[in-house]
């Protein structure tokens, strides 16, 4: 088989695929209308992010047998046309769940303490403890909407705190010992913490607006760590200011664009000025999945995938 790589991976990519007898080649940098072009030489594609695959890239594919996104999500792939053309899918969210919930952790825990706002303040010449009081995680209701290999690995994350863990799954039958599967009813009656676990969906784009929001009895602190279109930025920033809303950690912003890798080659919208001047607010660029290690998982798992498949 001949396979294109249209990102840089970690090694291990290219060498164990070499090791099995594949043909890889590799195109990082020329426009999507080459890669249609030649795509029909092909069987086999990896990706990450750098372009949608939709149906006329596929129309092209005649020889296509799969495509392996080294990431989380299908999102940028055309997955009802694809599968109905014969291509097999593959993507690698076993490869950096532990990354998501260990960051996922981070920004709850930084939050809580206030830590990135007392560090500028201490850089800055500042001493201000009362004003930096933090609160503790122990004896609150963590959230997790979305409960599969990211949930899971937050919730197993929270393990060592004396917390209980809710989820919200639209599959039934998903909670196990470290969360309990609620419905959306009692999950907004109980919780303290919301984390997002979702992939990007037709359900899940603009999921969590003004309406979302405001149906929670309590004031809740919000983490993005998913896909930054669940979140309506303007009505998350009403929240914040309104206090429904006590803080936020976002690894991902609705302002995102499809590749992932840019955010400021256009003017930002209001909503994001008042995010990244709010001391409530931490802010990732999108790497709670970009770890040393899950840059080597993600890559690992995509190979075991098409060595099972098609070895």
Request: with cysteine; net charge neutral.
């Amino acid at each position: 088989m001949k396979i294109l790589h249209l990102d840089t991976n970690h090694p291990l990519l290219l060498n164990q695929l070499n090791d099995l007898g594949y043909t890889n080649h590799e195109d990082y940098t020329s426009p999507k209308a080459i890669i249609e072009a030649k795509i029909s030489e092909y069987d086999g594609v990896i990706i990450r992010s750098r372009f949608s695959i939709d149906k006329p890239f596929l129309d092209a594919a005649t020889r296509l047998k799969f495509i392996g996104r080294v990431g989380a999500g299908l999102e940028n792939i055309d997955c009802a046309y694809a599968e109905a053309k014969g291509v097999y899918l593959i993507s690698a969210p076993e490869g950096n769940r532990n990354a998501v919930g260990e960051h996922t952790l981070g920004m709850l825990l930084s939050l809580f303490n206030k830590l990135n706002k007392a560090d500028r303040e201490v850089r800055h010449g500042k001493w201000l403890r009362e004003q930096n009081r933090g609160i503790e995680l122990d004896g609150k209701t963590v959230g997790l909407i979305g409960y599969g290999n990211m949930g899971k690995a937050f919730a197993k994350k929270l393990r060592g705190f004396d917390v209980e863990v809710l989820c919200y799954d639209i599959k039934a039958a998903v909670g196990d010992t470290n969360a309990k599967q609620v419905t959306l009813e009692e999950f907004q009656e109980k919780v303290d913490v919301v984390s997002l676990h979702t992939p990007q969906t037709p359900l899940t784009l603009n999921m969590v607006n003004s309406k979302f929001i405001n149906a929670f009895k309590h004031p809740f602190w919000l983490l993005n760590t998913a896909r930054g279109k669940s979140v309506v930025t303007a009505d998350l920033v009403a929240a914040l200011q309104s206090g429904k809303i006590l803080g936020a950690g976002l690894d991902v912003l609705e302002y995102e664009k499809k590749s992932f890798e840019s955010l400021f080659s256009t003017e930002m919208p209001e909503a994001f000025t008042y995010l990244i001047k709010a001391e409530n607010v931490i802010l990732s660029p999108h790497v709670a999945g970009w770890t040393i290690e899950s840059n080597e998982k993600l890559a690992q798992t995509i190979v075991d995938k098409v060595k099972a498949k098609f070895s």
